[in-house]
């Protein structure tokens, strides 16, 4: 009944111009309100992993005396920071080397290029990409290709026999590895 | 019959919808539109089997990133029609993205996105877009070891934007680690919200469609002027227009079948997407590579100069989005008939021409080092023992052949080292050995005398025009005096300290006496700790 008047009122003119903007201008407020209530609360879902930071945590590798001197190895280990669903898909990769009695180095599999996987070559001592052809040295220095910046390294210890490496990200750009 | 109708009427009454559905099967379409026209309704076709087998498949298909690959072997393997359903569904795709072009190549060349039909185009522009990324999230959606560095590979791609291209990055695979949470949005993007958006901007497209109509075939002298353009349509219409069902839809129809029928004969004969390694990113035997209808971006990014590659990685999408957008904006009026619009027809030449040769290289990927390339045999060496069988095993062993080709064996990374002989003094060779070059690494450091005395050896025999042959040659090894070793040996090497270069017939190497001699090389081979 109320709104049938209304209408009335708004076909013949009578109701005040100023009313009608306001009403119109608070209907797109609500329908605002409504959408943003339901979905901030969306968005920061959906952005939430961005700003997720890896734990960082040591994972064993394998006992000291596997490795021998000089030696480049690929080892793999569970990323600690792995979903439970994550399958083969949690697994890491690394190239580790021994280089002294308790000193390893450990290379990060991706390329600085795109990422791609490095594999090592223990002839000539490099290692190749299979994407675009990037070639690094045995000290992860760019011999070759468009990699832009040496192979990233794991931080590695030995604790109790057992040789560590600290999880990390998938290197993404220069500067997030310098952090 | 009777009830039919009278149904029909009822239905009509309460929703409208019978006489609109009525009104636009009939609607005149301009006469002239004949077999160039089937292109549009053809795509619509793909899309619409792409929804229904990706429904079907979706019942079996698992968007877990530990269970993905699992479900994807067991739908191929094992389910009943399954490898034929995802066959259909690959095949689908692949069509799509080919009808896709030839429509939009069509609608190009005849000059049909002038007045008014500009936003038909802004909109098919949107569809191709996100039919690529359909196409795109589709591969990843496979999870195998490809689609996971696919993804990385993004990431990093997606990691050179400037300011936020980590974020970025992050955003994109849901973490900072490719993962369950990249495939959970893959799954998300590919089954829900490029959906939606494909379906709203077809519903958006078909309505431009019968708003503007189809665009009449062009005529040579007679341009589009948007004063008098739509008057005129509505009089051609008028006058001459025929039923768009069944005139139009018929020859519609007859295309689509036959589109039909060759996906799945594709589907039956060829099958799906083989799939690759388990998706474990501790695998390195990995080779990524997108499906075909990327190779050419692929092609791109490996071959660009590489100081480019950042702008280029992300100016390209850049660019291209913001041509297409463009192109109805620009030109909105004038000839439509490609015979006057010569700049547009070599346009399409030239891109489409790049393209292809684009694809044709990353079909090649002469760029990727073969690390598993088959090593020389003693019929190509020329020999079967002696220094320079023994140089060619170093060329085996040391990695040369993955990047150098042989006699048809080994890489193309680099050049082609048949007839380097005729090339390269041994002098020359030694210095790029030892030195390195432009993309090729310093072999100096991991060389011993013996070893590169043999190489070069070797590498003398190989002679088109000369007259030493391998065993000729072995026989009568020069005696050169010893190298104290290491990477410096250039300086102990009498004569000359650094040869130099015939520029003919060493096109490679033109920079590398300028490159090589100065301190720096030097210092960077001497001052590199081996690490190991």
Redesign the interface.
């Given at each position: 009944m109320k709104i049938d008047d209304n209408n009335r009122a708004g076909r013949s003119g009578a109701e005040d111009p100023g009313r009608r903007r306001f009403l119109v201008r608070l209907s797109v407020a609500v329908g605002s309100l409504i959408a943003t209530m339901a979905g901030l609360p969306v968005i920061g879902y959906i952005?939430l992993?961005?700003s997720?930071?890896?734990h960082r945590q040591w994972v064993s590798v394998g006992p000291a005396e596997r490795f021998t001197v000089?030696?480049?190895v690929?080892?793999?280990?569970e990323?600690p920071?792995?979903?439970p669903?994550?399958?083969?898909?949690?697994?890491?990769?690394?190239w580790v080397?021994r280089?002294g009695d308790s000193n390893f180095?450990a290379f990060v599999?991706?390329c600085s290029?795109?990422?791609?996987?490095?594999?090592w070559?223990a002839?000539?001592?490099?290692f190749?990409?299979?994407?675009?052809?990037s070639?690094y040295?045995?000290?992860?220095?760019v011999?070759?290709?468009?990699a832009?910046f040496p192979l990233q390294r794991f931080q590695v210890r030995v604790r109790g026999g057992q040789v560590e490496l600290e999880s990390r990200?998938?290197?993404?750009?220069e500067?997030?590895e310098r952090e | 019959m009777k009830p039919l109708k009278k149904l029909l009427q009822w239905l009509d009454d309460r929703t409208g919808l019978v006489k609109l559905i009525e009104a636009i099967a009939v609607h005149p379409a301009a006469p002239g539109v004949k077999w160039k026209y089937v292109f549009g309704s053809a795509v619509l076709t793909t899309f619409i089997m792409q929804v229904v087998t990706g429904i079907a498949l979706l019942t079996t298909y698992v968007s877990?990133?530990?269970?993905a690959?699992e479900s994807l072997q067991y739908i191929t393997h094992k389910a009943p029609l399954g490898a034929f359903l995802r066959g259909m569904h690959y095949w689908g795709a692949s069509m799509m993205v080919v009808l896709l072009t030839i429509h939009f190549l069509r609608v190009f060349l005849m000059g049909s996105f002038k007045f008014p039909r500009e936003l038909n185009w802004i909109s098919g522009v949107l569809l191709m877009a996100t039919t690529a990324a359909m196409a795109f999230c589709g591969q990843i959606m496979r999870?195998d070891q490809n689609a996971?560095?696919g993804m990385?590979?993004v990431?990093?791609?997606?990691?050179?934007v400037p300011l936020i291209?980590?974020?970025l990055?992050?955003?994109i695979i849901?973490?900072?680690?490719?993962?369950?949470?990249t495939?959970s949005r893959i799954f998300d993007l590919h089954v829900f919200v490029l959906p939606i958006l494909l379906a709203s901007l077809v519903g958006l497209h078909l309505h431009l469609v019968l708003r503007n109509g189809v665009s009449e075939p062009p005529v040579p002298g007679r341009g589009v002027d948007p004063a008098t353009y739509r008057s005129d349509y509505r009089d051609m219409l008028r006058k001459e227009g025929v039923p768009f069902w069944p005139t139009v839809v018929l020859r519609d129809f007859v295309f689509a079948l036959g589109v039909v029928l060759v996906v799945l004969l594709l589907a039956w004969v060829v099958g799906p997407a083989e799939l690759d390694n388990?998706?474990?990113?501790?695998?390195?035997?990995?080779?990524?590579r997108p499906d075909w209808y990327f190779w050419w971006l692929f092609a791109l990014?490996?071959l660009l100069p590489?100081a480019l590659?950042n702008y280029f990685m992300v100016l390209t999408p850049l660019v291209i989005g913001l041509v297409l957008f463009s192109v109805p904006l620009v030109s909105n009026r004038g000839e439509r008939h490609p015979a006057r619009r010569p700049l547009a027809v070599a346009a399409v030449v030239f891109i489409f021409s790049g393209i292809a040769a684009l694809t044709v290289a990353g079909w090649n990927e002469n760029?990727?080092?073969r690390?598993n390339a088959s090593p020389l045999t003693a019929d190509i060496i020329g020999a079967s023992s002696g220094p320079v069988y023994e140089g060619a095993m170093v060329f085996n062993?040391?990695?040369c052949l993955?990047?150098h080709t042989i006699e048809g064996h080994g890489g193309k990374?680099g050049p082609d080292l048949t007839w380097i002989a005729d090339q390269l003094t041994r002098d020359q060779l030694t210095l790029r050995i030892m030195n390195?070059a432009y993309?090729?690494?310093?072999?100096g450091?991991?060389l011993s005398t013996a070893q590169t005395e043999d190489l070069l050896d070797f590498l003398s025999t190989r002679k088109k025009f000369g007259f030493a042959t391998g065993k000729q040659q072995s026989a009568v090894r020069p005696s050169r005096p010893p190298h104290p070793g290491g990477i410096d040996r250039g300086r102990a090497r009498p004569g000359p300290r650094w040869p130099t270069i015939p520029l003919a017939g060493a096109g490679f190497g033109r920079r590398c006496p300028a490159a090589h001699a100065s301190p720096e090389m030097v210092q960077r081979q001497g001052s590199?700790?081996?690490?190991?």
């Amino acid at each position: 009944m109320k709104i049938d008047d209304n209408n009335r009122a708004g076909r013949s003119g009578a109701e005040d111009p100023g009313r009608r903007r306001f009403l119109v201008r608070l209907s797109v407020a609500v329908g605002s309100l409504i959408a943003t209530m339901a979905g901030l609360p969306v968005i920061g879902y959906i952005l939430l992993p961005v700003s997720r930071k890896m734990h960082r945590q040591w994972v064993s590798v394998g006992p000291a005396e596997r490795f021998t001197v000089g030696d480049t190895v690929l080892v793999s280990f569970e990323n600690p920071s792995a979903t439970p669903w994550a399958g083969v898909t949690g697994k890491t990769g690394a190239w580790v080397r021994r280089v002294g009695d308790s000193n390893f180095i450990a290379f990060v599999l991706n390329c600085s290029h795109l990422g791609c996987p490095v594999r090592w070559e223990a002839s000539p001592k490099l290692f190749f990409c299979p994407c675009h052809g990037s070639v690094y040295y045995e000290d992860g220095t760019v011999a070759a290709g468009p990699a832009p910046f040496p192979l990233q390294r794991f931080q590695v210890r030995v604790r109790g026999g057992q040789v560590e490496l600290e999880s990390r990200p998938i290197p993404i750009t220069e500067a997030t590895e310098r952090e | 019959m009777k009830p039919l109708k009278k149904l029909l009427q009822w239905l009509d009454d309460r929703t409208g919808l019978v006489k609109l559905i009525e009104a636009i099967a009939v609607h005149p379409a301009a006469p002239g539109v004949k077999w160039k026209y089937v292109f549009g309704s053809a795509v619509l076709t793909t899309f619409i089997m792409q929804v229904v087998t990706g429904i079907a498949l979706l019942t079996t298909y698992v968007s877990s990133s530990g269970s993905a690959y699992e479900s994807l072997q067991y739908i191929t393997h094992k389910a009943p029609l399954g490898a034929f359903l995802r066959g259909m569904h690959y095949w689908g795709a692949s069509m799509m993205v080919v009808l896709l072009t030839i429509h939009f190549l069509r609608v190009f060349l005849m000059g049909s996105f002038k007045f008014p039909r500009e936003l038909n185009w802004i909109s098919g522009v949107l569809l191709m877009a996100t039919t690529a990324a359909m196409a795109f999230c589709g591969q990843i959606m496979r999870w195998d070891q490809n689609a996971v560095f696919g993804m990385v590979v993004v990431a990093r791609m997606a990691g050179h934007v400037p300011l936020i291209g980590t974020w970025l990055a992050h955003f994109i695979i849901g973490g900072d680690v490719v993962g369950s949470y990249t495939l959970s949005r893959i799954f998300d993007l590919h089954v829900f919200v490029l959906p939606i958006l494909l379906a709203s901007l077809v519903g958006l497209h078909l309505h431009l469609v019968l708003r503007n109509g189809v665009s009449e075939p062009p005529v040579p002298g007679r341009g589009v002027d948007p004063a008098t353009y739509r008057s005129d349509y509505r009089d051609m219409l008028r006058k001459e227009g025929v039923p768009f069902w069944p005139t139009v839809v018929l020859r519609d129809f007859v295309f689509a079948l036959g589109v039909v029928l060759v996906v799945l004969l594709l589907a039956w004969v060829v099958g799906p997407a083989e799939l690759d390694n388990p998706p474990d990113p501790s695998l390195i035997n990995a080779r990524p590579r997108p499906d075909w209808y990327f190779w050419w971006l692929f092609a791109l990014l490996a071959l660009l100069p590489h100081a480019l590659e950042n702008y280029f990685m992300v100016l390209t999408p850049l660019v291209i989005g913001l041509v297409l957008f463009s192109v109805p904006l620009v030109s909105n009026r004038g000839e439509r008939h490609p015979a006057r619009r010569p700049l547009a027809v070599a346009a399409v030449v030239f891109i489409f021409s790049g393209i292809a040769a684009l694809t044709v290289a990353g079909w090649n990927e002469n760029w990727s080092p073969r690390v598993n390339a088959s090593p020389l045999t003693a019929d190509i060496i020329g020999a079967s023992s002696g220094p320079v069988y023994e140089g060619a095993m170093v060329f085996n062993k040391m990695g040369c052949l993955f990047c150098h080709t042989i006699e048809g064996h080994g890489g193309k990374r680099g050049p082609d080292l048949t007839w380097i002989a005729d090339q390269l003094t041994r002098d020359q060779l030694t210095l790029r050995i030892m030195n390195g070059a432009y993309n090729m690494p310093v072999f100096g450091r991991v060389l011993s005398t013996a070893q590169t005395e043999d190489l070069l050896d070797f590498l003398s025999t190989r002679k088109k025009f000369g007259f030493a042959t391998g065993k000729q040659q072995s026989a009568v090894r020069p005696s050169r005096p010893p190298h104290p070793g290491g990477i410096d040996r250039g300086r102990a090497r009498p004569g000359p300290r650094w040869p130099t270069i015939p520029l003919a017939g060493a096109g490679f190497g033109r920079r590398c006496p300028a490159a090589h001699a100065s301190p720096e090389m030097v210092q960077r081979q001497g001052s590199s700790p081996p690490a190991g």
